[in-house]
Nanobody, 124 residues
Framework: VQLVESGGGLVQAGGSLRLSCAVSGFIFDNYAIGWFRQAPGKEREGVSCISSSDGTTYYADSVKGRFTISRDNAKNTAYLQMNSLKPEDTAVYYC??????????????????WGQGTQVTVSS
């Protein structure tokens, strides 16, 4: 099982990045995908989730209206489009995969598999 994040980097405030989460080793269609982030000295926080069944999405209030989560089941890849980035979005971003039916009711962390993370740095 492998989840590999990519697309992180350094961007100026107001800019955009698109993160990708490529998965292998399990049936992608059956798993909800979540994005989380952890800034230095802070606890990990949930950012967004997309369900496996009907594509229902959930966003943290801090990113609502700026970030968009999506998935391409044919490519076994999930995405996080991040627009209007702010310095406070700076963090390591992780994707996770899980099968619990209520993962996207709220930003639960009950995922089976996690990626290694990709750094996003937003300069002011």
């Amino acid at each position: 099982v492998q989840l590999v994040e990519s697309g992180g980097g350094l961007v100026q405030a107001g800019g955009s990045l698109r993160l990708s989460c490529a998965v292998s080793g399990f049936i992608f269609d059956n798993y909800a995908i979540g994005w989380f982030r952890q800034a230095p000295g802070k606890e990990r926080e949930g950012v967004s989730c997309i369900s496996s069944s009907d594509g229902t999405t959930y966003y943290a209030d801090s990113v609502k209206g700026r970030f968009t989560i999506s998935r391409d089941n044919a490519k076994n890849t999930a995405y996080l489009q991040m627009n209007s980035l702010k310095p406070e979005d700076t963090a390591v971003y992780y994707c996770a995969a899980g099968t619990w039916a209520h993962l996207c009711d709220y930003l639960s962390e009950e995922y089976e598999y996690w990626g290694q993370g990709t750094q996003v740095t937003v300069s002011s």
